[in-house]
Structures are given as C-alpha cells and as structure tokens.
C-alpha cells in the first residue's frame, strides 16, 4: 500500500509538472510574473493582498486569482479594486494545482498583466507539493500561529522566497519569539526574506511590496 | 484525468474505511472512547489536551496520540504526565489515516485505556476526510484565524460535534464575532456543541472537560 500509494503521488506530481511548464511557457511569452501565497487558514494573506494593491496598482497591470475550498468571499473582498480577479473554488480539494491555474487563465487578458498573484487555499501542507510554474513563493505566518510552525512545516517554509510574519502588532499577547523563527529557517537551509508586517493596520506593507516591485523590475 | 482522480479518491476513501471499521471493533472491544481533534495550525490543540489532563486523568485511563508532519514537539509537551503518549510522523501527508491509527494502537496496552484523544495534522481541509473510527470529532477554531472559517471550511465543520472556539481572551484584538460564527454553524445543519475558551489561560477548559466526560460515560 505504500508503495502504490508514492507511486500515485508520483504520477499525479508528473502531471502537475507538465501544466506547470505550460503555464510557465505561457507567463515568459507574456512577460508576466507570478507569486504563489500560502499559509494557514486565517494567517491574513487576503488583507496583504488588499493592503499591496495600492503600491503595486501604480506600477503594474495586475491579476489575481483566490483558491478557496468553498465560497467566494475573498475573491469579493478584492474586487471593485480596478484589478481582475478570478475564484477558483476547489470543492474539497487541499490545493490549487497547475491546470486549476491554466483554466483560470483563460478568464484574464494575458497580454493586459504583468504581475499575477495567487492566493493559494489555506493549508501549510498540501501546496507546497504543487508549484504552478511561478516565480515566487511566499509563506504568511501570522504570530498566533506560534513559533513552531517553521519546524512542523518544514516543506512550505523551505521552499518560499519570502515569509510574511503577519499579526506581528499581537506578539506581546502570544507565544511567538520571531528570532526562534528565523534561526528555523536557517536551519532549514532558508535564505527567504522576513517581513514583519500588520497587514490590518498598514504596517510593514511597503517593505514587501518594494522588494516585491523590485524582484519583478529585475525580472523583466 | 479529474474521473482519474475521483476513482483514486474513492478507492483511498474505501481503504480507509476498511482500517476505520478494524479499529472500531477494537475500540468497541475494549471500551475504549475516541476522539479525534481537528484544526489549522497553531489554533492551541496541544494546549486544550494538557490543560484538559487535569480533569479527565482522575477518571479515566488515557492515552494520546498525536499527529505531525516532522517534529515531536507537541508529544514531547504532552509527555511525562502520567499519560502514555504515541506520536505520528506523517512525513509530508497532511492528515492522520485509519491504517496509521492502527499502528500505533500497537504501542498502547488497550486493556489499560479508557479514553483516547488524538490530535490531527493541523489542517483544516484533508482531515476531515478520513476517520480512523472515532466516537467524536472535536473541531478548533482560534479567534485570529477569523470568522469566516466555518463558511470557508464547511466539510470539517459539519463533521464535528464539538466545536472549541480558542483565545477568545483574543477577541477584542481580531476580526472575530462569535454570532456569526454560530450562525454559520446552524446554516451548516451542525448541531454541534460550541465551547468558548482560553486554553492557555485555562478558562473555559472545565465546561469542555464536564460536556466530554458526560458523553464518554454515556457510552459505557
């Protein structure tokens, strides 16, 4: 049973690689460049997005895509912004895959974006397996989390470019000690950028957003 | 392909039950009561179980079994306390199976057991998809992790007869209305318990405890 049960995962993660290269093909020929947000459910990456719009919006042409398991409340809460975006609802499903993202392509004027986020379903496991062909990954993890999550989770945190300690304005009511997270990541091998943030208040946006804007300035 | 996937689903669904129904009859066996724990990460399931020892050690024999990605940090906060503790590393996998349940009833004498709680991978979605033949499915919800959840996540919610709603001591810092939050859980068809607490602080630990010890005795 195990075996068969890698065997399984294999195929389905060679599947993944093979829409993921198609969407990457697609994303060079436009010039568009693609983040991939994940974290536990609640961790605030909907308010990063929000609260990064009005930096990036001057700047690029966006697009945005929410994966959620069932409804479509963040996808409401980023629109009426100016920039399209686009829902997928996987019905069950722990993750966005590569071809959920190619079918939502579909719904953008590829030759109108230059930068796409996706906000991926809320899971510190599953997407981290299940790249889409972006160019960045980013991990949230909000302080009432606790500062295990690097450890417990080492996939995710290994494998973003940048993590995101969201809620950080709740730190002195939880159990967080944010240099304990950073000596995880190196641990872990992480040379990921930190950015402290509230993203409720406006606190520690401009910092990711110009180092974002900067990764796809070079990029271009 | 997504037929493909939906028979692989089944068929791994169908297993699992197979493993479920074993451990059922064990469980039946002995008399052993079962729960099983269930939320994002970091919404304090190891705390709830340490500071619930105090109430239910005095009546019953426990045990705990304790679901992780890597790591055995949360087994190692709920050992030396009298309570035989097994921890599962799930090495990627982003739930407890029946089948692994079932190994590790192996390093338990079930003689000596009356009650047995298990706290899953944090995760909120896969879960909720596999019993391992539990009695009670206890769902977790923190107030950071926002009020939404419960609309986002409903599988998991409409499953659990328990639901803990943790750091409500947070309430007042967060975007976080208990209201909808039960609305949500009526609008599901849920008729479960919900239980406020600050597990941390241990308010709203006892309520819990009484409510959990009334439905193990109801049962034997």
């Not at 062909?133 to 993890?141: F, H, I, M, P, Q």
């Not at 945190?157 to 809620?167: E, G, M, Q």
Request: charged content about 25%; overall charge negative.
């Amino acid at each position: 049973m195990t075996i068969k049960k890698i065997d399984l995962n294999t195929s389905i993660l060679a599947n993944n690689e093979i829409w993921a290269q198609k969407n990457r093909e697609l994303f060079d020929t436009h010039g568009i460049f693609t983040v991939n947000m994940m974290s536990s459910p609640g961790s605030g990456k909907t308010t990063i997005i929000e609260k990064s719009l009005e930096y990036f919006i001057p700047h690029f042409k966006m697009g945005i895509i929410v994966g959620d398991i069932e409804t479509t409340e963040d996808a409401n809460r980023l629109k009426g912004r100016g920039v399209p975006v686009v829902q997928i609802n996987t019905h069950g499903a722990c993750h966005l895959d590569a071809r959920m993202i190619s079918g939502a392509l579909n719904s953008f004027n590829l030759e109108e974006l230059d930068l796409l986020i996706v906000e991926n379903v809320g899971n510190l496991v599953c997407p981290a397996d299940f790249s889409f062909g972006e160019d960045l990954k980013v991990a949230v993890l909000s302080t009432p989390e606790g500062n295990d999550k690097v450890r417990k989770y080492p996939d995710m945190f290994r494998k973003s470019h940048a993590v995101i300690i969201n809620k950080i304005d709740l730190i002195d009511f939880v159990d967080f000690n944010l240099d304990r997270v950073e000596r995880d990541l190196k641990n872990l091998g992480s040379r990921a950028e930190i950015f402290p943030m509230a993203a409720s208040k406006g606190q520690g946006v401009e910092a990711w957003c110009q180092w974002l804007m900067s990764k796809v300035r070079k990029a271009n």
